[in-house]
């Protein structure tokens, strides 16, 4: 999966949550470790979407 699309899905999403883009709390450690896990479900399951599997994933991150 391209790198760069994700993390312009996971920036989008952090949007929505009402941060700006240079306020997102993600490091470079978590972003790494959020794809890892959106490749991982992914993989798993391929019938759900990728925005789906990825606001699911934000949305842990955030509430975590």
């Given amino acids: 999966m391209d790198k760069k699309f ?3 899905m996971v920036q989008n999403c952090f949007k929505q ?24 479900a992914r993989k798993n399951d391929p019938d759900h979407s990728l925005h789906d599997i990825i606001n699911d994933l934000v949305y842990e991150f955030y509430t975590g």
Avoid: A, N
């Fill in 17 to 40: 949550y009402r941060h700006e883009f240079d306020e997102i709390p993600l490091t470079e450690e978590d972003f790494e470790e959020l794809y890892c896990k959106i490749v991982e």
């Fill in 6 to 8: 994700i993390y312009k």
